[in-house]
C-alpha cells in the first residue's frame, strides 16, 4: 500500500508567479484535501475534492484553487502569489465510506516566494 | 468559526516520565478529535482519534480523554522514550465545511531528554 507522495517537494518562486503543486493519494483513497502549514503553525484547512468537485472549502482566497483527476490525485494552484504565501502544503487523502476525517498526510511541498 | 486551543507550547520530560498535552475547541457540534505527531521534513502521522461517542481511548503507552461537557481533549503518553520528540498538534472537526475539514491547534514540541 502507497502512502500520500507530493511532488515538488521545495520550489522557490517571486511574488506574483502562480504555481502548481501535485498529490497522489493513497491506494484505494478516494477523498484529497489540501493544508497550509506556515512555519511553527497547525496546518489550515484549504480545500477538500470528492469525485472531482471541490466540496468544502475554508478561509482562502479563490486565487488557491484545484482539481482531482479521476484517478484520485489532485493539483493544487495557486495564483499571483504573495509573500505569505510561503509555508508547507499538505495534501491529505481519506476514504469517503472508512468514518468521516481519517486522513493520512503526505510530507509535503515546501513553497518560498521571495 | 470553530477554534481550537493547545498547551503547552513546548513540554520538556525526562525518559520514562509522562507527558500530558491538552486542547480545548469552541463548537460544541464537533465530533471527531484526532492527534497527530510530526517529525522534521515530514508531514503529520495520526497516532489516537476519538469520536464524542466515547469518554477515552487507549493504545499502548498513549491515550485520550475527551470531555464533552468542558469541550476539552487531553493526549497523554507514559513511558515516553526519546523517539516520542516531536511536534504533536490535536484537532477537532467541525460539523460543517466538509468531512475532511479538521481545525489544528498550534501544536506542542515535545523533547524527551535520555
Known amino acids: 500500500e502507497t502512502g500520500v507522495t507530493q511532488s515538488p517537494t521545495h520550489l522557490i518562486k517571486t511574488r506574483g508567479q502562480q504555481v502548481t503543486l501535485r498529490c497522489s493519494s493513497q491506494?484505494?483513497?478516494?477523498?484529497v484535501s489540501w493544508y497550509q502549514q506556515a512555519l511553527g503553525q497547525g496546518p489550515q484547512f484549504i480545500f477538500q475534492?470528492?469525485?472531482?468537485?471541490?466540496?468544502g472549502r475554508g478561509n482562502f482566497p479563490p486565487r488557491f484553487s484545484g482539481l482531482q483527476f479521476p484517478n484520485y490525485s489532485s493539483e493544487l494552484n495557486v495564483n499571483a502569489l504573495e509573500l505569505d504565501d510561503s509555508a508547507l502544503y499538505l495534501c491529505?487523502?481519506?476514504?469517503?465510506?472508512?468514518?468521516?476525517?481519517?486522513?493520512?498526510f503526505g510530507a509535503g511541498s515546501r513553497l518560498t516566494v521571495l | 468559526g470553530e477554534n481550537v486551543e493547545q498547551h503547552p507550547s513546548t513540554l520538556s520530560v525526562q525518559e520514562g516520565d509522562s507527558a500530558v498535552i491538552k486542547c480545548t475547541y469552541s463548537?460544541?457540534?464537533?465530533?471527531?478529535f484526532p492527534w497527530y505527531k510530526q517529525e522534521l521534513g515530514k508531514g503529520p502521522q495520526l497516532i489516537i482519534d476519538?469520536?464524542?461517542?466515547?469518554g477515552e481511548k487507549k493504545d499502548q503507552r498513549i491515550a485520550v480523554t475527551l470531555n464533552k461537557t468542558a469541550k476539552h481533549f487531553s493526549l497523554h503518553i507514559t513511558e515516553t522514550q526519546p523517539e516520542d520528540s516531536a511536534v504533536y498538534f490535536c484537532?477537532?472537526?467541525?460539523?460543517?465545511?466538509?468531512?475532511?475539514?479538521?481545525?489544528f491547534g498550534a501544536g506542542t514540541r515535545l523533547a524527551v531528554h535520555p
Open positions: 491506494s484505494g483513497h478516494n477523498t
Open positions: 491529505a487523502s481519506s476514504w469517503s465510506g472508512s468514518g468521516a476525517n481519517v486522513l493520512t
Open positions: 475534492y470528492y469525485r472531482e468537485e471541490e466540496n
Open positions: 484537532a477537532a472537526s467541525p460539523p460543517s465545511g466538509g468531512y475532511n475539514k479538521l481545525i
Open positions: 476519538i469520536r464524542s461517542n466515547v
Open positions: 463548537d460544541s457540534a464537533s465530533n471527531y
